[in-house]
């Protein structure tokens, strides 16, 4: 028989995503560096409880969000694909743990720090944030329509509303590559750096934007994000009322 004991030699596995805190900035880390970030089961649980610490903790008001190793994330985890007990079982884990709702909805800012792969599911974390700084090596891309799969991490939604249809719809249909110059000409990125400058030039930004009350960060994210997706009267009259709440 086989022994079944543990091997008492073996490591512990690392955290699939790290949580830490410099000051009023929460980083949170992807950490799958040996799989260049892709997103697995252990990942989805770890970060779903890190952005409901970022949300949670008032002492936190603003959010970094990165990847370790070569990568920020290639995005989903091939390996893991089908293996879900049933569709049914999936669609009510995706329910009950809406990470990506949950990120969207996070009041307090939240800065993508990217480099290397930034594909599918990563791409589409990194446009889930409120703003977006990338290294000089960031590649980006939507590889998902030529594996016939849709974007499923709101990549549909959240690219036409950064860059317009046109350009969305070429980026997802063809899954052709951006380098770091073209997201930023794009206005997918809002600034680019070199890789050794990149996590401070994130935390650099978050810091300022603890600067902001959080009330008033929050009413500003509720406008934009809102406002979108009303006729311009209605936004503008949401505007209005977020603004004298302010006063």
Known sequence: MANSEPHL????????VL????????????????????????MRDALFEALQAVRDDGDVRTM?????????????????????????????VR????????LHALPKPTIAAVHGFTVGGGFEMALLC?????????????????LAMIPGVAGTQTTPRAVGVSRA???????????ATEAFNMGLVVRVVTPEQLRNAAIDLARRLCELPPTLAARVKRAV????????????????RLASLSQ
């Open 130 to 146: 409120d703003l977006c700084i990338a290294a000089a090596d960031a590649r980006f891309g939507y590889p998902e329509t030529g």
């Open 19 to 42: 949580y830490e805190k410099d000051g009023p900035v929460a980083i949170v880390s992807l950490n799958r560096p040996e799989v260049l970030n892709a997103y697995n089961v252990a």
């Open 95 to 102: 329910w009950h743990r809406d990470v990506w709702g949950l």
């Open 9 to 16: 030699g073996a490591a512990p596995r690392a955290p699939a």
């Open 64 to 92: 970094v969000l990165r990847g370790n190793g070569p990568a920020f994330s290639t995005g989903g985890d091939v390996s893991e694909f089908g293996s879900a007990p049933s569709p049914i079982t999936a669609r009510e």
């Open 225 to 240: 994000d809102e406002g979108l997706d009303l006729p311009l009267a209605e936004g503008l009259a949401l505007e209005g």
């Open 169 to 179: 719809l070429e980026l997802v249909l063809t899954g052709r590559w951006l380098t």
